[in-house]
């Protein structure tokens, strides 16, 4: 990558995030990188907004929000709800016409085809819903065993799960621009099913494990930032 070129890298949150999940890459990136980030409505700095449930008002929100930031060289860049926003929102952008992304870095999602398998979370009773926030990890045990603050958590993660489970995978004409996968060893994604990427790219997939849960990313976060500088090297 030349030192001289500026890029910018789009980053979309995964359930219960906001523009802060993002500051261990920040941290560790070349002065040439800016992460441009984000909150969803009714997190962060718009936590007075409502929160949204439906996946289409949520792609169309975070396009409203970025539509200023792709007038450079940029890659998008989504973990787990993250993911599966950046690819929907690189199709909205396709169909407005707009300058599509070098490539889209996913990690911790599963492929669009395969969504169906999210559905059991959108009718969680409060035991099921605590159970799945562990597994997955990402938030300290002792705030999901205290029920005083999962009244501040709980409504923002089940608005982000109700997107999840009710995003319905639509067969497209694949995107010509680069997907770059990453998934953990431990995490609840099949290599069948995060190769199914493939079907969603013209470009070979390029695809990679690493060691961990689902938020592996915040364990190798320096092989993250490596891998997401990758996605500028081969641009013509």
């Given at each position: ?10 980053c ?47 792609v ?53 085809s ?16 605590i ?5 997955l ?6 705030i ?17 799960f ?6 319905e ?8 621009i680069?997907?770059?996968?990453i ?20 470009f070979p ?5 690493l ?26």
């Open positions: 990558m030349k030192s001289s070129q500026k890029y910018k890298v789009l979309f949150s995964f359930a219960g995030g906001n523009q802060y999940s993002f500051d261990t890459f920040k941290k560790i990136a070349p002065d040439n990188i800016t992460f441009i980030t984000t909150d969803y409505p009714g997190r962060g700095t718009r936590i007075g907004e409502n929160l949204l449930c439906e996946v289409d008002d949520l169309e929100d975070m396009y409203q929000q970025i539509d200023n930031e792709i007038d450079s060289p940029y890659i998008i860049y989504g973990h787990s709800m993250g993911g599966l926003i950046s690819y929907l929102l690189v199709l909205k952008l396709r169909s407005k016409g707009k300058k599509l992304p070098e490539s889209i870095f996913i990690t911790g999602c599963r492929a669009p395969t969504w169906d398998k999210m559905k059991r979370l959108k009718n969680l009773n409060y035991e099921e819903f159970m799945e926030l562990k597994m990890g990402g938030i300290p045990h002792e999901l065993n205290d029920k005083d603050s999962m009244l501040f958590f709980e409504p923002i993660l089940r608005a982000d109700s997107i999840v489970a009710t995003s995978y639509k067969k497209v004409e694949p995107l010509s680069p997907i770059k996968i998934t953990g060893t431990k995490e609840d994604i099949s290599q069948e099913d995060a190769l199914k990427w493939q079907e969603e790219t013209t997939l390029s695809y990679n494990r060691e961990g849960g689902h938020f592996f990313i915040f364990d190798h976060p320096e092989k993250i930032l490596e891998e997401m500088s990758e996605c500028f090297q081969n641009r013509k």
